[in-house]
Every structure is written in structure tokens, then in C-alpha cells.
């Protein structure tokens, strides 16, 4: 279970977040959607022990960081080594023991390669396939099916359900709202730094036509377009 109470972070004057609070048990995919801007970045790195912030995250362990595995929306990887080496490490981090990388190379990417000169895309598929040999308990993924093929994106889908059998906690951004419909139990909607709106299954329709309706707006209007 992961525990948020109160959640605030601000830069100097300007409040990113403000007083969030959710449960999240074990075995439950949760998406948090909203605008660019709306904060879901920053909640995702304050869950991860990333940014200093006010209130508490609280789980079954003593230092939630350890168990996370984090996806963000530019993964940084180390230059002059390759991405085997970059697996390597990111399993010595956590001492799993794994060297059967090219077995477990589920997006056939190109491990002997340094990772420094990898697409974003395929910075991205590193970066989830090394988290997930990690074995980690808790999973973020901030926007995961941006910059992807289908294919990988097809993958990334069956893995998150895959991690939800597996009785792990997962959240995720996106703004392709049809994959937060198909991988995720409750959808959340950010603005300015609150939680708007939060529905199960039977409201994500609702949600979605929120979110086109706070988009949109009078916007197209303005252009006069004839």
C-alpha cells in the first residue's frame, strides 16, 4: 500500500501541488491525467523521493525509493557504456542478479550499443525493461507510450497487466487516454495542483469528455476559422 496525506510542493511563491491524499493498495493500476502543467510530473517525482515536498508518502517500507521503479518522461542513461552494462547496473542497484539480458530483451533492442546514442524511444524501452528486471514492488510511469511504436506499445500494455497480477502498484500519466482505459482500475484528473475528479471504470467516458471539454474550450472558436 502506498499512503499520501497531504502532498504540497511549491517553488518559492507558486504552489505545483496542493494537499493531495490517496490510497493505493497492491494489485491496482491508477492513471492521473490532466493538462501539461497540471503537476502530474512533480506528484509522480515527490512519490519517488525525487523532490522534497510537504505532507507524507507512507508504504509497508522503510524507504519507498528502493522498491519504485520510475519511468520518467526523459530517462537519463550514462555515457560510454553500453545498454547490456546499463541493465547491469540498474540490477546491481537494487542486487538482483541477472545476466541473461538478451533473453530478457523483450523490445530487441540493440544491447551492445551505448545507450548515449539511443532514439528517445528506444531510451525509453531500456529504461522500462531495466526497472521491470529490478523487481521492484512499486512502478511509475510517467507518459510510457509516448514516442513509441505500436508494437512496444502493445508490450508495455500487456506488461502493466502483467504488474497488476503480480499484486504490484502501478501509476501512470498519458495522454493517449485510450491506454489508461484498457490498463487502468481508477482514472484521476490533476488541475493546478488538485485533484479534480476520480472515477472507476464506469466513469472513465466522463472523464475523458471532461478533459476535451477543460482542453478545448472556446479555442477553436477564436481562430475564426471559415
Keep these: 500500500m502506498i499512503l499520501i496525506r497531504n502532498l504540497s510542493k511549491g517553488y518559492g511563491a507558486k504552489r505545483v501541488l496542493k494537499d493531495i491524499n490517496f490510497t493505493f493498495n497492491r494489485g491496482e493500476v491508477h492513471g492521473i491525467v490532466g493538462n501539461n502543467g497540471a503537476g502530474k510530473s512533480t506528484f509522480f517525482k515527490c512519490i519517488a523521493g525525487i523532490e522534497n515536498f510537504e505532507g507524507s508518502v507512507e508504504s509497508e517500507f522503510n524507504s519507498i525509493k528502493d522498491h519504485m521503479g520510475f519511468l520518467s518522461t526523459d530517462p537519463y542513461l550514462f555515457s560510454k557504456i553500453t ?5 547491469r547496473l540498474l540490477c546491481h542497484a537494487r542486487k538482483v542478479n541477472e545476466t541473461n539480458f538478451s533473453g530478457k530483451n523483450i523490445f530487441d533492442l540493440p544491447l551492445q550499443e551505448y545507450a548515449v546514442n ?8 531500456l529504461t522500462i525493461t531495466g526497472i521491470l528486471l529490478q523487481k521492484n514492488d512499486y512502478f511509475i510511469f510517467d507518459e ?3 514516442g513509441l511504436d505500436l508494437q512496444s506499445n502493445i508490450i508495455v500494455t500487456g506488461v502493466i497487466h502483467r504488474l497488476k497480477d503480480l ?3 502501478v501509476l501512470i500519466s ?6 489508461l482505459k484498457d490498463c487502468c482500475d481508477e482514472i484521476h484528473l490533476l488541475d493546478n495542483g488538485s485533484v479534480l475528479k476520480s472515477v472507476g471504470k464506469a466513469g472513465f467516458d466522463a472523464v475523458e469528455q471532461g478533459m476535451k471539454e477543460l482542453t478545448l474550450g472556446d479555442r477553436i472558436a477564436m481562430l475564426g476559422l471559415e
Design 83 to 87: 545498454a547490456e552494462d546499463t541493465l
Design 118 to 125: 539511443y532514439s528517445t524511444g528506444m531510451r525509453k524501452k
Design 144 to 146: 510510457p507510450f509516448n
Design 167 to 169: 499484486n504490484k502498484i
Design 174 to 179: 498519458s495522454h493517449i487516454f485510450s491506454t
